[in-house]
């Protein structure tokens, strides 16, 4: 049996990498999938190639910009009209750039802590209501995932704005977790290492960087999205259903090394 039947599901950051990953698995395992992004085309690849697979559409898309706070009101409208209830949250959608803190603009800081952080709040808020309100209706395991990084496990180098806003995130989803438990509403971040996805593209091109990650890396590779989409669908499945609060950190060793 599909694991995602019958369920309704939102994921951020649907048009690429770990969020791409993500939407395809909870379609495939019979899930109707809302993909969530600034980029129309993006989410419209994605979407071609889930429903592509399926006798009836999976997929469909919602384009918006999640740090935009009338977006999100727009998307928590559609969700509310089209499906009256939402079983599956995935916070994905995120972005970064390289910078030291001696010579970084506040604008930069802003943007960063916006589309990492901000988003995960404002999404989380809007659409946590309907989740709640359908908890009322209904007795089912409800889950948000909220996708973190190993960045907020540790400092990293010229990424301290990013640092700080996944490390909120961890922290974020352990509040978030207590306050909707009273909904049955189950609530756990992911935190990938390294990964191949457009926010690294640049940087894993460069091959002394790839060596120091292998080199420092227990399982000596870097990550694939579809190994965190694996453990993001992990945690909003029924098999976790006794697990909330907590971070699942998906680094292939990087920590232990």
Not at 82 to 111: F, P, T
Not at 231 to 250: Q, R
Request: overall charge positive.
């Amino acid at each position: 049996m599909k694991r995602f039947q019958q369920t309704v599901a939102v994921v951020t950051g649907a048009g690429s990498g770990i969020g791409r990953a993500t939407a395809e698995r909870l379609a495939y395992e019979g899930g109707k999938v809302i993909l969530v992004g600034r980029t129309r085309a993006k989410l419209e690849e994605t979407a071609l190639g889930i429903n592509r697979n399926s006798r009836i559409p999976m997929a469909e898309v919602f384009a918006a910009d999640v740090t935009d706070p009338e977006d999100v009101r727009e998307l928590a409208v559609y969700v509310t009209q089209n499906y009256g209830d939402l079983h599956v949250l995935v916070n994905n959608a995120g972005g970064s750039s390289h910078s030291r803190i001696l010579n970084m603009s506040e604008k930069e800081w802003n943007y960063v802590q916006d589309v990492n952080l901000k988003s995960v709040f404002l999404v989380s808020q809007a659409l946590g209501k309907i989740m709640a309100e359908g908890a009322k209706r209904e007795q089912r395991d409800r889950a948000i995932v909220n996708v973190a990084s190993l960045s907020g496990h540790q400092a990293g180098a010229e990424i301290p704005h990013y640092s700080a806003a996944k490390a909120a995130v961890i922290n974020f989803t352990r509040s978030l977790a207590l306050e909707l438990s009273a909904y049955q509403i189950r609530v756990n971040s992911v935190s990938p290492g390294f990964v191949e996805t457009p926010l690294t593209e640049q940087g894993l091109q460069n091959e002394k960087f790839v060596r120091a990650i292998q080199r420092n890396t227990a399982m000596k590779r870097i990550g694939t999205p579809k190994e965190i989409a694996n453990v993001i669908v992990f945690a909003a499945s029924h098999e976790a259903t006794y697990m909330t609060g907590t971070d699942l950190l998906v680094d292939g060793g990087w920590l232990i090394k």
